[in-house]
């Protein structure tokens, strides 16, 4: 709703805030990429939905499959 509102930058903050908190919520993510996408800054946005994507995938794997987060190449779904 702040995203409508011209409060962006709030928005994005706000969202920063809670994804520290929850960095595993995909929903979150979402809702990220969505504020980044109605801000017209498509590449971050392309990027956040890109990293919910593998959240869910990571989420469906059997747990012996999952690559561990150390593991993912630096930037890989928020990787160092």
Same mark, same amino acid.
């Given at each position: 709703?702040?995203? &409508? $509102? @011209? /409060?962006?930058? =709030?928005?994005?903050?706000?969202?920063? &805030?809670?994804?520290?908190? /929850?960095?595993?919520?995909?929903?979150? #993510? =979402? *809702? %990220?990429?969505? $504020?980044?996408?109605?801000? @017209? &800054?498509?590449?971050?946005?392309? #990027?956040? %939905? *890109?990293?919910?994507?593998?959240?869910?995938? /990571?989420?469906?794997? !059997?747990?012996?499959? &999952?690559?561990?987060?150390?593991?993912? !190449?630096?930037?890989?779904? @928020?990787? !160092?």
């Amino acid at each position: 709703a702040l995203a &409508r $509102t @011209g /409060r962006g930058s =709030r928005a994005v903050e706000a969202i920063e &805030r809670a994804m520290l908190l /929850r960095p595993e919520s995909v929903a979150l #993510r =979402r *809702r %990220y990429a969505d $504020t980044l996408s109605l801000l @017209g &800054r498509s590449a971050e946005a392309e #990027r956040n %939905y *890109r990293i919910a994507l593998e959240m869910i995938e /990571r989420a469906k794997a !059997p747990a012996a499959l &999952r690559v561990p987060q150390v593991l993912l !190449p630096a930037g890989a779904a @928020g990787g !160092p």
